[in-house]
């Protein structure tokens, strides 16, 4: 039964040689300041939509084949099945998000160190756990990180498909666990990763230690389990009829309008979770007035509302039946599980706005918007995955804008009156229900103009009328920082700096160009990839300052350094080491949106963290690492 009121809805040989790390040009050369342009947002009141295109960077993907001749032997928790009444119990009780999983404590699980460590090839160490939970469709494994070695390599997989991997570096999960401090909440939550969710009622986790990295040195901890007790997987032939008819059936097949194929492909499913409960909304990826390719994405803050929420976000693209009214699923579906940054969230349009970690899957729409008040009466349409369903489509007609209470925690609000931050819309067709919060309403154009909040239609009450948050009210308050800043000076964009760890050299290696990214990745066995470092900048500024690189024939290891003197002792009294010229630039200066970054020599070849928590474990554990503080400055954001 709903709640009185309205209730949320919820290439090449011939290239590849200019990126090789024996010192062919990898890095960039010594260049002059060029004038810097201060940020500003342009006057812009409506976009097109845009596809992603083939040549898109997906960037390094999590999911890896690995050999199984290795697997150590897991320390294991089983979990008895959830009561159905518990479950029943918590859906009548539920948020207005559509909750499809459950937090369970795990009060007896051992500490991550005090697991069966076993020794690996190359001197470092692993250990496992199993979690299983009788009747469970996923897990997501709540672990509490307070020391790790940013060097360790943390598996995620099924013990029926163990050559399938889910793998995350430690310098990655640390950095998830900053941001989540440096948004202001350091929390249990906030100090939790949270594992993406396999679909299985069995995951293990298994931990690599680098050789040197003292396994009581770790302070993890699983705590919770979030239980999905509902089937969020991709169906099989024989599971989709069930699944296809979770949604009310008044609801309309997406695949069956054709007028909306772009737009489609910019909404995905989203799951993630909130206080160790797991939830599922919908959301729609945005263009912004550069086309840039950031993979804005738009949802409601009555979904997420934390950066510790935004980090557990998963989403499904293309999730929707393969044509109209068939019984067979997309093949383009995709699951991502890379988490995202909140850049905007507020009650006052329930509107929230991200930007997803992981690339957007080829053939992806940024959708357009239009940040104008929208005409009463005017045709309207939104995209929605209705109790997690696959991708419905309902049709209808904008009514009178109107003033709404805050929701409440049970997902109730009141709206009065005809004028205010929200638009009414009656449908003609289909309707909204759990699981749609978020979705994105469309005018006549096809573009985006807002965002839905609640309502209390249903395929037995057509008449009664849905709740969007404006985006134009949004869009001034806030979106048009990022969705229409003014066009970028090419010499003041910042890069990711790419780090890896040389098992044979015993050192790190930072690059900003993608092509070698890929190259070591693909070439060099012996490098760990550990994700992004931080952010520079790519081309000199004024008052910046570069980091000039080196190459050890001999020794295989790099030598970075943000000295000029220090660069001219390497090249005079250093043979050992080739100069590459300058990688990237940073700052010399702390500023309001800029974070120390953290020197340390070993073997005389400096490190570079800007992770404190880092920072403070090597501080703390490895004497053979000489702290030298903080060296320049960069960014933790693009």
């Not at 109107?402 to 409440?408: L, V």
Request: aromatic content about 10%; proline content about 5%.
């Amino acid at each position: 039964m709903k709640n009185p009121g309205f209730v949320a809805r919820m290439g090449m040989l011939g290239a590849l040689a200019t990126v090789l790390l024996s010192g062919c040009g990898g890095a960039g050369q010594d260049g002059a300041p060029s004038a810097a342009q201060t940020p500003s947002v342009a006057k812009v009141e409506q976009v097109d939509g845009r596809v992603q295109p083939a040549s898109a960077d997906q960037g390094v993907p999590h999911v890896k084949s690995r050999h199984v001749g290795a697997i150590p032997i897991p320390s294991r928790i089983r979990l008895g099945a959830l009561k159905q009444e518990e479950i029943r119990s918590a859906v009548s009780d539920a948020s207005p998000r559509k909750l499809v999983g459950l937090a369970r404590a795990v009060d007896a699980a051992p500490t991550l160190q005090q697991l069966q460590w076993q020794p690996v090839a190359g001197g470092g160490q692993v250990a496992a756990i199993s979690v299983s939970a009788e009747g469970a469709h996923g897990l997501r494994l709540g672990i509490v990180v307070r020391q790790l070695p940013g060097s360790a390599v943390l598996r995620l997989y099924r013990q029926a498909a163990p050559a399938t991997v889910f793998q995350i570096s430690g310098q990655e999960v640390l950095q998830r666990i900053e941001s989540n401090a440096l948004a202001g909440d350091r929390s249990l939550d906030g100090q939790t990763w949270w594992t993406p969710d396999l679909g299985a009622d069995e995951v293990t986790l298994e931990l690599e230690l680098p050789a040197g990295a003292d396994v009581a040195a770790l302070d993890m901890a699983l705590t919770r389990v979030s239980h999905i007790f509902e089937n969020l997987a991709l169906p099989t032939q024989e599971e989709f009829e069930t699944k296809i008819n979770d949604a009310m059936p008044c609801n309309r097949d997406a695949s069956c309008e054709n007028d909306y194929a772009d737009q489609r492909n910019a909404v995905a499913r989203t799951s993630f979770v909130s206080r160790g409960d797991a939830y599922t909304c919908t959301g729609t990826l945005l263009n912004d007035s550069q086309s840039s390719g950031t993979p804005y994405f738009l949802s409601a803050h009555h979904c997420i509302s934390s950066q510790a929420e935004a980090d557990t976000l998963e989403t499904n693209w293309f999730y929707r039946s393969s044509s109209c009214r068939s019984r067979t699923l997309s093949s383009r579906s995709v699951h991502r599980r890379g988490g995202a940054k909140l850049l905007y969230s507020s009650a006052s349009t329930d509107t929230a706005l991200l930007q997803l970690n992981d690339a957007p899957p080829e053939g992806a729409f940024f959708a357009g918007w239009d940040a104008s008040a929208q005409a009463k009466y005017s045709s309207v349409a939104t995209l929605h995955h209705p109790a997690g369903d696959m991708l419905k489509i309902s049709l209808g007609r904008l009514g009178e804008q109107t003033t709404c209470t805050a929701m409440s925690q049970s997902g109730s609000f009141d709206c009065e009156g005809k004028t205010g931050n929200y638009y009414e819309v009656y449908w003609y067709r289909g309707t909204t229900e759990y699981g749609s919060s978020g979705a994105a309403l469309l005018n006549s154009a096809k573009k985006v103009i807002g965002t839905l909040y609640g309502g209390t239609s249903s395929c037995f009450n057509m008449s009664a009328k849905e709740i969007f948050g404006r985006f134009d009210v949004a869009y001034e308050a806030g979106l048009k920082k990022w969705l229409a800043a003014a066009p970028a000076d090419a010499s003041n964009q910042r890069v990711a700096v790419h780090r890896f760890y040389n098992n044979r050299a015993g050192s790190h290696f930072f690059t900003t160009n993608v092509a070698e990214r890929d190259y070591v990745i693909q070439r060099l066995s012996d490098f760990a990839y550990e994700g992004v470092a931080f952010y520079a900048q790519a081309q000199a500024q004024p008052g910046s300052i570069p980091m000039y690189r080196f190459y050890g024939a001999d020794s295989g290891a790099h030598f970075f350094t943000a000295s000029a003197q220090e660069r001219d002792d390497v090249k005079n009294n250093m043979p050992q080491y080739r100069y590459e010229g300058i990688a990237w630039y940073a700052s010399p200066d702390h500023s309001a949106n800029t974070s120390p970054v953290f020197r340390f020599s070993y073997k005389q070849v400096p490190f570079y963290t800007i992770n404190q928590a880092e920072r403070d474990f090597i501080i703390a554990h490895y004497r053979e690492y000489t702290y030298e503080g903080p060296n320049y400055y960069a960014w933790t954001n693009p």
